[in-house]
């Protein structure tokens, strides 16, 4: 075999034998020309496959390269979260070490101070009591509200407190002259409502004023012949508390108006009328 037949037969030895076996199967009354087509589809269909592998093969490298930038980021970020804590490491060590040269009567001392400050301080005071109620109440099952609420009578104790509530939460003295007006306001989302309460908010002075005189003389009386429901006690406590906080939250503010030169009304207008049309003329229970 010569080179030229060599060279034919690598070249389009292939092509051209399926061609022969195409156009003899097929008997074309022009076989040249049917050789001469079929050779020329031959030929587009290999450039396309050609093509087709060209952008296969580019994409593949283009994922390979993005999977490769991926994990290349993911080491990064890595090696930064371990540089974090190494830093955040290096930092608590640091603050123990100055910590540490302080002497321990220091330490004592400002937590004295921090102390005295909070019980110097009405505000502060009855806040950290007024957090330990709250904590109370989210501890409690609702299932004591419903125990509340099914009860046809209740002792004046009870009646009482639970009137003091509801006049801090905004309600009035003609919703809860009895009993059954009261139980009517006793729903499931009643302790929610009491620790989500804002003793700093800008409930009038009255209300306020209204719930203390419920339970006023509930401090001296054997409260404990009465065996409160679980929830009424946790809420009295919150009313003992809540009271006295939004009383020094009112003087604050007061002050800080004084040192600003502000004129202080302790009731306008709107709050005297609005005490004149909702005084509680009910008779409160008597304790006995």
Known sequence: MNIESEYLQKAVGGPLLDGLSATVLASPPDPVKY???YLLSYRQNALRANELREKEKLASEQMKELEQ???????QRKDDLIQKKKQLEEDRKQEIARQSEFPDFLVKRRAQLEEER???DPVLRN????DKVVEGLSE???????????MDTADPATHRIMKGVFYTLGHQPSD?????????????TLFASLISFKPDDRSTKQTFERAGHTIEDLEGADIAKFELNEAVQ???????VVIPLHIAHVEKKVEEAVENDISVE???????????QHEDKSTLPPLE
């Open 127 to 130: 806040q950290r009591i007024y």
């Open 69 to 75: 930038q991926r994990l290349a980021d993911l080491q």
């Open 35 to 37: 050789l001469a087509e």
């Open 266 to 276: 302790d009731v306008d207008d709107e709050d005297e009328a609005d005490l004149a």
């Open 176 to 188: 809860m002259t009895t009993w059954m007006g009261v139980r009517q306001l006793i729903t499931g």
């Open 140 to 150: 409690l099952s609702s299932a004591l509200l419903l125990e509340l609420r099914r």
């Open 118 to 120: 909070i019980m110097n």
């Open 234 to 240: 946790v809420m009295y406590d919150w009313l003992k």
